[in-house]
């Protein structure tokens, strides 16, 4: 049995984060574990309240698995503050790290915060250098490398920008574009573009969290990174077609739509 460990806060409405990561570990066979940074309380219309958990809570939880599990890969996700990203790289230290995938998570779907102004230099320094991949939406993109991005041109642009933070690898999503859906993939020679037609569904909580989680699974179960993507990009769409209403909000990605 493959494994694969997230790191990122806790939705207790189960869309997204922790709930989220685990549910696609589930989808795609792989043996999920987590880490839990924050804890949230939200719900498909807004985040009421975040609690960001201890440096130490967050050490121990890492040294309880990798002493005693093989992790085949890693997704990080919500890290909230610089203690938090901090006790984490130092952790990290002790342990022969797998291919780490980090979705710089910023701000929720419904507008909130979630990585702390301080954070942000110290995910960029200390953890972009550790990661096989990370996986900016636009937005995202664009607060990291103070560059506007309105069509896959822009995007090759913050791919290298990014690549240049240190990162071996950079999916630049496009989910925010306006007529398409493509992704672009840099590996700091090749750009890689995945193509998929827009799909008009509201529900599409934890679309960025399924993503990277299913390409951390793919990886898990021996794909390099360019097929990772492809395959995690044909289960999200999937996913989305398939997002239901649940709450009177945006819903959910449908986690087990392959199921």
Not at 75 to 99: C, E, S
Not at 143 to 165: F, G, Q, V
Not at 235 to 243: E, F, V
């Amino acid at each position: 049995m493959k494994t694969a460990l997230t790191i990122a806060g806790s939705d207790c409405s189960g869309g997204a984060g922790i709930q989220g990561d685990l549910k696609t570990f589930a989808a795609h066979g792989v043996y999920g574990m987590s880490v839990i940074t924050a804890v949230t309380a939200q719900n498909t219309t807004k985040v009421s309240h975040i609690q960001g958990l201890e440096p130490i809570t967050i050490s121990k939880q890492i040294e309880a698995i990798f002493d005693d599990i093989k992790v085949d890969s890693i997704k990080i996700g919500m890290l909230f503050n610089k203690r938090i990203i901090t006790a984490i790289v130092n952790t990290f230290k002790h342990y022969q790290l797998p291919k780490i995938v980090l979705d710089p998570v910023m701000i929720s779907t419904t507008g909130r915060i979630l990585l702390k102004g301080d954070a942000i230099e110290s995910i960029v320094k200390d953890m972009f250098p550790l990661c096989n991949l990370i996986t900016p939406n636009i937005l995202e993109a664009e607060r990291l490398t103070d560059t506007p991005i309105s069509n896959t041109y822009d995007m090759e642009t913050a791919c290298r920008k990014l690549y240049e933070l240190g990162s071996k690898n950079v999916l630049v999503k496009g989910g925010h574009l306006r007529d398409t859906a493509c992704d672009v993939l840099f590996d700091g020679n090749d750009f890689t573009y995945y193509n998929h037609k827009r799909i008009d569904n509201p529900n599409t909580r934890g679309t960025g969290c399924a993503l990277s989680s299913a390409i951390a699974a793919n990886i898990s179960k021996g794909q390099n990174t360019v097929d990772a993507v492809r395959m995690a990009k044909d289960y999200i769409t999937k996913a989305i077609a398939g997002g239901f209403s649940i709450g009177s909000g945006d819903g959910p990605v449908n986690h087990f739509i392959e199921r």
